[in-house]
């Protein structure tokens, strides 16, 4: 049971936006059997989908119906909604609840026992429930107070992927988090790279030149890309260098370590000749360096260049979405002002 603020507040950032796309995800972790109840809250609850199959919810989310309708946050109208939802489903099957709110006010002191009481009764029911913020403003004591009194989660959220993590986490009981400071290093051999340069990126970075690389987290379907532009010499030589990447476990700690080469025959002839996700990535990270103003493309109509790369990628990922509004982006960004 997922229940999502949709006042006003969930306005700024494309918070909106961002829960739709954590929820197009999630139903893509979805069987046959699993069932999601989508209700959007403002002054009143709306039920948007009353145990929606996989296809039934993606086909909700392609929809305008969750969209923000403005007014007044109503967390306390949100948490009693899907407190009867739980509480009216058949007592046998498992049951999770998620509430997702951009409020940044103190809670209701004067609601705050009735929803204490609500979200107690779930966990006193065994159904698992946790608050999602999507405000920077997550650390009122309200909300500790709520968590504790009730035996539930609250949980601060500032990106879509967060929102992903948090919402697969509670509504699978698995760990969203998979490896923990995980880093990676390149090393390229000089009998075959003559040079070699990050794309698209600061020297610190998971994939950069530092001395101390960045190490991060990472959530299940997380994925970390780095993008090196490698200028390789003439010759048979095979080994164009290695890749290593280092990781501890979630839960034990125990550290992991993989080794792998990176080999002449791995790459791909072209640009054009490479898949679709990897495009994607140079497209992205050439993006990034027209933006920031990078010394690596011309002074004059740098975007240029990009635009141009864009209009003859893959057919299909060139009508991807995300990167349709890329490419709006940069043509915005090429007009004079």
């Known amino acids: 049971i ?9 306005h700024p950032q494309a918070r909106m936006e961002g829960v739709r796309r954590a929820l197009v995800k999630l139903a893509q972790h979805m069987d046959a059997s699993d069932r999601v109840t989508l209700v959007r809250c403002a002054d009143s609850p709306t039920v948007l989908a ?6 039934e919810l993606t086909a909700l989310l392609e929809s305008n119906a969750l969209s923000v309708t403005g007014g007044p946050a109503n967390l ?7 407190w009867k939802i739980a509480r009216d489903a058949h007592a046998a099957e498992p049951r999770r609840v998620v509430v997702i709110t951009g409020s940044r006010g103190n809670y209701d002191q004067a609601e705050l026992p009735n929803s204490a009481q609500q979200l107690g009764e779930l966990a006193q029911s065994n159904v698992p429930w946790r608050l999602v913020r999507l405000s920077a403003d997550a650390n009122d004591a309200h909300w500790g107070k709520l968590a504790e009194q009730a035996g539930g989660q609250v949980i601060a959220a500032q990106s879509p992927d967060d929102v992903y993590q948090q919402m697969l986490e509670a509504m699978t009981g698995w760990p969203a988090k998979v490896a923990k400071e995980v880093s990676v290093t390149l090393s390229f051999n000089p009998q075959a790279v003559a040079a070699y340069r ?5 020297a610190t970075t998971l994939t950069g030149l530092s001395p101390s690389p960045l190490s991060i987290d990472l959530g299940v379907d997380q994925t970390a890309t780095g993008v090196y532009e490698v200028s390789l010499k003439p010759g048979a030589v095979e080994s164009v260098g290695a890749i290593e990447v280092l990781w501890q476990h979630p839960a034990s700690g125990q550290a992991g370590r993989i080794v792998r080469p ?3 025959s791995q790459l791909a002839e072209s640009f054009f000749a490479a898949p679709s996700w990897f495009q994607e990535a140079v497209l992205v990270a050439k993006a990034a360096e027209s933006l920031r103003g990078s010394t690596y493309l011309p002074a004059t109509r740098p975007v240029a260049p990009v635009l141009d790369l864009a209009s003859r990628v893959d057919a299909s ?3 991807q979405p995300d990167v349709r509004a890329l490419v709006e982006l940069l ?6 002002r």
């Open 50 to 55: 009353a145990s929606a199959s996989r296809d």
């Open 198 to 202: 990050l794309i698209g990126h600061e």
């Open 76 to 82: 306390s109208g949100a948490i009693e909604a899907a």
């Open 317 to 319: 990922l060139a009508q």
């Open 2 to 10: 997922v229940a999502v603020d949709s006042s006003a507040t969930m």
């Open 262 to 264: 990176i080999l002449r």
């Open 331 to 336: 043509k915005k960004a090429e007009k004079p």
